[in-house]
């Protein structure tokens, strides 16, 4: 069982930063890809950022060069740092630990979201 908490949501401007931080307990961490995804009003959950055991990192289109996703295998951390941020990031982010490649089908957890405002 994976437990995962976000923090660092909140109201920014636009061209605003925020860190995004989860805290991840209950697993062997360090072979879990760790992602996190948000979810606009309206709209599905998607892939914002997400990067492997060994580092490798991934991102959407929209956010490239702007939000930097990094991991703590000691502290069992993922950090989401997003910056120039712009009013469509607006959404609910979500943490997300998968380990269905070392654990099985049922290895893919979620915390429970942050709220991103972007607003002047």
């Known amino acids: 069982q994976v437990q995962l908490v976000e923090s660092g949501g909140g109201l920014v401007q636009p061209g605003g930063s925020l860190r995004l931080s989860c805290a991840a307990s209950?697993?062997?961490?360090?072979?879990?890809?760790m992602g996190w995804y948000r979810r606009a009003p309206g709209n599905q959950r998607v892939m914002v950022a997400a990067?492997?055991?060994?580092?490798?990192?991934a991102y959407t289109d929209s956010v490239k060069g702007l939000f930097t996703i990094s991991r703590d295998n000691v502290k069992n951390t993922v950090a989401l740092q997003m910056n120039s941020l712009k009013p469509e990031d607006a959404a609910v982010y979500y943490c997300?630990?998968?380990?269905?490649?070392?654990?099985?089908?049922?290895?893919?957890?979620w915390g429970q979201g942050t709220q991103v405002a972007v607003s002047s």
């Open positions: 990067i492997t055991s060994g580092g490798n990192t």
């Open positions: 997300n630990a998968d380990g269905r490649h070392v654990a099985g089908p049922g290895a893919d957890y």
């Open positions: 209950g697993t062997i961490f360090n072979d879990y890809a």
